[in-house]
């Protein structure tokens, strides 16, 4: 795998911070387009406080701007109480994060349909596929054959989400964007495989850009295969990291804090045609998910 350089990620067209020490980017302030599409926050944000207050989270949620969200489990509901709570706080669940490793994906299905959703996307399917580590051993690379395998299970969501009415959309993290053999990532090798009609592909930019690589380079490259953008953020880097685990990990921080240009991305996906555009955040939050939910609202209505 070819090792990425502090120069490469400086160059990447996802960093814009200064090179301001021989160790350090700056991070900066963006004016976020938000595509003209209703703001929408991934419920993972507020992961803490969604279980504590469920009815009261969603409708704080609406009250901050959002009308739209993405759902990550429904907590002690069911998929049908958790409709009416999004009812009863004025939201829609366009896309639902669902677990789509198991044999049977009809009861899942049955359950994103009744959500209302259209999107059933997976979260994170490579790592649904592995089995159990222990805690500090880190995730080892997957390599070609089995993001190969990993198109094939893909198509195969695909082709019974399509049967079920509904339109399966996978979701990266940043451990899709290991090299393979020939140069290119892991990620296109996912694209590439995959039926156009079957799989549509929801970008998470800051999984993407900490990785190193440009959504917006992947919007002109590939299109009409993506149809959904997470809105994320990370704390400067000194280097891309394609690990979710230990120190290597990046750090989540407030969208505008960190170091990825969203006013080209936003510009682009536009023109991509993204139906759907969801803030999210990862660890740490600089004050609380709440607080850290209102700046990524005021972050995407910025020039709205």
């Known amino acids: 795998m070819r ?3 502090r120069r490469d990620f400086i160059k990447s067209s996802c960093s814009v ?26 419920l993972y944000t507020v992961r803490d406080v969604l279980p504590k207050d469920t009815p009261g989270t969603l409708k704080q949620l609406y009250d901050i ?3 739209e969200v993405e759902t990550a489990g429904f907590g002690k509901y069911s998929a049908k109480e958790f409709r009416q709570l999004l009812d009863d706080a ?32 997976s979260s994170s399917l490579a790592t649904g596929n592995m089995a159990p580590r222990p805690a500090g051993v880190p995730m080892a690379p997957l390599g070609l054959d089995a993001f190969t395998k990993l ?32 140069g290119t990532y892991g990620y296109d090798v996912l694209v590439n495989h995959t039926d156009h009609n079957l799989v549509k592909f929801e970008i998470d930019c800051g999984w993407m850009c900490a990785a190193g690589a440009d959504p917006v380079a992947y919007f002109t490259r590939y299109p009409g295969r993506f149809k959904m953008v997470h809105v994320k953020e990370f704390q400067a880097m000194k280097s891309p990291s394609i ?45 609380s998910q709440m607080a850290s939910a209102k700046v990524a609202y005021d972050f995407l209505h910025a020039s709205s």
Do not use: C
């Not at 021989?22 to 938000?34: D, S, T, V, Y």
């Not at 004025?90 to 209302?116: I, M, Q």
């Not at 198509?155 to 399509?162: E, L, M, R, S, V």
């Open 3 to 5: 090792v990425h350089t």
């Open 17 to 42: 911070g200064i090179a301001a020490t021989a160790g350090a980017l700056f991070p900066r302030m963006a004016r976020a387009n938000p595509m003209g599409l209703p703001p929408g926050i991934q």
């Open 65 to 67: 701007g959002f009308r």
């Open 90 to 121: 004025g939201l829609k669940a366009p896309s639902a994060h669902l677990r789509l490793n198991g044999p049977d994906l009809g009861p899942v299905f049955e359950e994103a349909t009744v959500l209302g959703a259209h999107f059933a996307t």
């Open 151 to 182: 198109a094939a299970q893909m198509n195969d969501i695909g082709a019974k989400a399509k049967a079920a009415g509904l339109q399966y959309a996978y979701h990266n993290h940043n451990y899709e964007f290991e090299k393979m053999p020939d």
């Open 243 to 287: 690990s979710l685990e230990g120190p290597a990990r990046p750090k989540g921080t407030d969208l505008g804090q960190g170091f990825i240009d969203y006013k080209r991305i936003f510009a682009a996906g536009k023109k991509a045609g993204i139906e759907h555009a969801f803030s999210e955040q990862e660890d740490p939050f600089p004050v």
